[in-house]
C-alpha cells in the first residue's frame, strides 16, 4: 500500500527543477486538467495581490473539500516551531519527527479554485477591534495556536488574557484583535453522577455511577464567550466516542433535560443531536448582531492496526491516496475511525435552517496521516488524532480565511 500511495502521490508533486517545470507545461498545453491550468499561481509564494482578487471571485463557487494534496519542495513552515503556545507534544520539529518539516509542504489545492496562503498583515488588518473565540476540544486549541503563531510571525506586541473565562487567549496591540480558546468536551456542562440512597428514577433502571449530562446547559468555560466575541468557532465530537470517560456499562452518559433524566434514557448519538440543538439556539441568542457562527466538522483520526488503546499507529510519512482514505473512512467499512464522517452528519442536520456556517476540514483532513505526532513524546500510545505544529491545522486557516471572506462578500 505505502509504495501505491507514493506513486499517486509523485504525479502531483511541484516540479523540482526547471527542465520539470518546462516538460510540465508542455504537458499543460496538452491536457485540459483543471490542475494545470491553475498551476502558474503556485510559483509565486505569496501571490501577487492580483491574484488574490481572481481567486476571491472563483471561491464563491468552489467546493474547498474537493481537492488533493500538492508536494510543493520549495514551501516552509509559515511560523517557527520556537512558537512558545505550541504544546510539546504536538512540537513535531522540536522532536525530531523524521517528517516534522515534511509535513509543512504539503498544500491543499481544491479543484474549483485556489486556496490562498494565510496572509497575516491582510488578517490583522482585516479583523481589527474584533475578538474571535475557538470553543471545543484539543482539536480546536490545535487549531488556535497555529492561528497564534501565525500572527505573532508579524506582530509581536501581544498581551496574555483570559477573556470571558478562557482557558487563554491574546490581544494582538497594534490591531485590538483578541483570539481566545475555551476548552470544553461537550459543549453542554456535564459532571460525574452517582446513586443517591434515597433513590431516583435513574437509580430505579439500576444506574449507579455515571455523567450526568445537561443538554441544554452550556459549559461554563464557554457560557459567556457567544456574548463576547464577534466571530465564534465551535466544534464537539471526540468526546462523544470516548468509552475511557463515558464507558457505556461502567460510566455511561447519562442526559438531563431542564434539570430533569431524559427517559427513557438514550444513546450519546442522540444526545448529541439534542446537545447541539441547544448549544445551537443558545449562541444564537446571545450573540451581537453581526457576529459570525461557525461550527468546525470533524477532525479524522488515523488509527491504524488498531484503535488508540490497542497498539494502533500512524507511521505514514506522505498523504494518502484517495482510495485508501475511501478504505479508512467511508462510513460502510466502519473502520476505526469511522465516527468522522458519523459525527459530520450530526453536525449538518444540527445546523440546518440556523444561522451558522460550517468549516468543513474533515474531508482534506482524512489524506494526512502523515500529520499526527505519532510516536512522539515516548508516550504509551501513539497519537494519531492531534497534528503536529507547524502543520494541517494551518490549513485549517487558510479554510477560515476563505469562509470569513466568503461571509463578508455575501453581507
Ligand atoms: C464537496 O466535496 C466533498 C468531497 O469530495 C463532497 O463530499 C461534498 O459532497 C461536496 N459538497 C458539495 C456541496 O458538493
Ligand atoms: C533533536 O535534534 C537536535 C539536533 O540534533 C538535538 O539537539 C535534540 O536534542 C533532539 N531533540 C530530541 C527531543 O530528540
Ligand atoms: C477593541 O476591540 C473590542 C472588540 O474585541 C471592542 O469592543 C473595543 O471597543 C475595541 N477597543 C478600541 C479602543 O477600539
Ligand atoms: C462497527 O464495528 C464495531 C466494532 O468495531 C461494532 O461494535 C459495531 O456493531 C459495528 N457497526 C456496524 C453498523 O456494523
Known sequence: MAARDKQHHSKNHIPRSPSSILFLSFLCIASFLTFCLLKPSLKTFPPPKNILLVAKRSSELCNYSDGLWIYDSVASARYSHTCREIFKGWNCMLSNKSNGVEITKWRWRPKQCDLLPFDPVRFLERHRDTSIGFVGDSL?????????????????????????????????????LTIAYHRTNLLARYNRWSASASGGLLESLGYKD??????????????????????IILNTGHWWWAPVKFDPVKSPMLFFKEGIPVLPPIYPDVGLDMVLKHMISFVESRMQPGGIKILRTQSPRHFEGGDWDKGGSCQHVEPLSAKRVEELFAVEHNGTNVEARLVNEHLHRAIAGSGFHILDITHMSE???????????????DDCLHWCLPGLTDTWNDLLVAVLDDIKASR
Not at 496574555?160 to 490591531?175: I, M, N, V
Request: proline share 5%; net charge positive; charged share 25%.
Open 367 to 381: 489524506f494526512r496521516a502523515d500529520a499526527h505526532p505519532g510516536k512522539l513524546g515516548g508516550k504509551k500510545h
Open 210 to 231: 455515571g455523567y450526568r449530562v445537561d443538554v441544554d446547559v452550556p459549559d461554563s468555560a464557554w457560557a459567556e464567550a457567544p456574548s463576547f466575541h464577534n466571530i
Open 140 to 176: 480546536n486549541r490545535n487549531m488556535f495556536v497555529s492561528l497564534f503563531c501565525t500572527l505573532k510571525q508579524v506582530s509581536n506586541d501581544v498581551k496574555k488574557w483570559r477573556p470571558a473565562k478562557a482557558d487563554r487567549g491574546f490581544t494582538f496591540l497594534q490591531y485590538n
